[in-house]
C-alpha cells in the first residue's frame, strides 16, 4: 500500500502542492491512499527537543501505518522525509520505506508526455532535503525532464546552499531574519538571471514568497513538482 503524506504545510497553507502532486498521480494512473485524519510528523518538536511529546506522535503514527499496511509512503516536505525516515528509526524499527516525491516521480519519467515551458528556472536546495538527507539530484533532473526550461545553478547551492530562513522555528520566532534570509536569495536569484526559484520544500517555498510580496523583484517561486504538473499535456 502506498501512502501521499501531505505534511501541515501543504495541507494548510500551500495547498496548491497538494494539488499539482495528485493531478500527476492521476496522471500517472498510481493508486495511493492519503489519511482524512493526518496530524503531524512530530518534526517541530523533534527540532526544538521535545522528544517525549515526539515520541507520543511517532508511536501514533507508525501504529497507523501498520493497521493500514502501508509499505511505501511519498511526500513533498523534507521536514516530513527527514523525521519520518530518520528521527523515528533512531527510536523504532519502521517496516516501511519513504521517499520525497522527486525521488519517487523519476521511476516513471518515461511516462510522462510534457509541454515546453518558457521559463528561467533556478533550484533552492533545502536544508532538510539536502544537507540533511542528501537528496540533491533528483529535484534537479525533474526539471532537466521539462521541455523548454532554461535552468541555471544558484552561486549557493547544495551542501552551500544558503537557507531560505524559514526552518527551525525562525519564521514564526524570528520573521525578521527569516524575511532577511529569504530576501538574500531573492537577490541572488536575480543576480544569476533567473525568473523562478523552484524549491520542493513548502516552507521555503512560503517565506520566500513573503519576502517577494515585500521586494518586489519579479522573481515566481513554486515548487518543481508545480512546474511538472504545468507542463502536463
Known amino acids: 500500500m502506498l501512502l501521499y503524506w501531505k505534511g501541515c504545510m ?3 497553507r500551500t495547498k496548491s502542492i497538494i494539488e499539482a502532486i495528485e493531478k500527476i498521480l492521476s496522471y500517472l494512473n498510481i493508486k495511493y491512499i492519503t489519511l482524512e485524519d493526518e496530524g503531524c510528523c512530530g518534526s517541530i518538536l523533534y527540532r526544538t527537543g521535545q522528544i517525549r511529546d515526539a515520541l507520543k506522535i511517532t508511536e501514533k503514527n507508525i501504529e497507523k501505518f501498520k493497521s493500514l499496511g502501508i509499505k511505501e509512503i511519498i511526500t513533498s516536505c523534507p521536514g516530513c522525509l527527514r523525521t519520518i525516515s530518520k528521527d523515528y528509526s533512531n527510536y523504532y524499527n519502521i517496516s516501511f520505506k519513504i521517499y520525497h516525491f522527486s525521488q519517487f516521480l ?12 518558457n521559463a528561467i528556472v533556478t533550484y533552492h536546495d ?11 539530484d533528483e529535484p534537479r533532473e525533474v526539471l532537466a525532464n521539462i521541455p523548454g526550461l532554461k535552468f541555471i545553478e544558484f552561486e549557493r547551492t547544495a551542501h552551500n546552499a544558503w537557507c531560505c530562513g524559514a526552518g527551525a522555528g ?24 533567473a525568473n523562478y526559484i523552484s524549491s520542493t520544500c513548502p516552507f521555503c517555498e512560503l517565506n520566500l514568497k513573503r519576502a517577494e510580496d515585500v521586494a518586489k523583484l519579479g522573481i ?14
Open 220 to 233: 515566481e517561486i513554486g515548487d518543481i513538482l508545480q512546474l511538472l504538473e504545468k507542463s502536463l499535456r
Open 170 to 193: 525562525v519564521m514564526s520566532g524570528f520573521p525578521e531574519l527569516a524575511r532577511f534570509a529569504a530576501t538574500e536569495r531573492l537577490k541572488e536569484a536575480k543576480g544569476i538571471g
Open 126 to 136: 533545502p536544508c532538510h532535503l539536502g544537507r540533511h538527507v542528501g537528496v540533491f
Open 10 to 12: 501543504s495541507r494548510y
Open 106 to 117: 523519476l521511476k516513471f519519467k518515461e511516462l510522462l508526455k510534457l509541454k515546453e515551458l
